[in-house]
């Protein structure tokens, strides 16, 4: 009798272990297109501009006096706070691909891309890359985390994804 109901619940729950042909959906495609940029151009990238309007600011920072605020895949804005009530934006930081920041010790640690770059904040008239790991870091993911529907195809070899754009209509 055990034997014959476990048989038939198996013959019931089969159905649910078979799928049909097409009743799966496809994987939809990123709303995005990746901006891309060359090895070289991304290791001549980090430079100090002048100050810029904040846009997509992403994490802030303390660093003594100073706030720094990260603008999404741009790079870093630098604020003088000595006057709380009174904040003056002093300076941008380029950093194309840079999503992520941290400051230890007189030191800007940004992603560059796929890279990690350390900045010398000693001085902010005079700022210098200190070092650079190349290929740290995972390639950047399209802010709706799609994984499929953008490719590379036709892109140069050292091509390097620094942010993101939305697809145009067709």
């Known amino acids: 009798m055990i034997k014959r109901v476990k048989t038939f619940?198996?013959?019931l729950m089969l159905p649910l272990l078979c799928s049909c042909p097409g009743s799966v959906d496809p994987l939809p495609d990123s709303a995005y297109s990746p901006i891309l940029m060359s090895r070289q151009q991304l290791e001549a990238s980090i430079l100090k501009t002048e100050p810029r309007t904040i846009s997509n600011a992403g994490k802030i920072y303390l660093y003594g006096n100073h706030i720094l605020?990260?603008?999404q895949y741009k790079g870093v804005h630098i604020i003088d706070n000595q006057n709380p009530k009174a904040p003056v934006n002093v300076a941008f930081i380029q950093v194309p691909?840079?999503?992520?920041?941290?400051?230890k010790d007189n030191i800007l640690?940004?992603?560059?891309a796929v890279d990690l770059v350390a900045i010398n904040l000693?001085?902010?008239n005079d700022i210098k890359?200190?070092?650079r790991v190349r290929n740290a870091l995972p390639a950047l993911l399209p802010p709706d985390n799609f994984t499929v529907g953008y490719s590379m195809a036709g892109a140069p070899e050292d091509a390097v994804i620094v942010g993101w754009e939305l697809k145009k209509p067709e």
């Open 9 to 11: 619940l198996l013959l």
């Open 69 to 71: 605020v990260n603008e």
């Open 97 to 103: 691909g840079c999503i992520d920041m941290a400051v």
């Open 109 to 112: 640690y940004v992603d560059n």
């Open 122 to 124: 000693g001085e902010l």
């Open 129 to 131: 890359v200190a070092k």
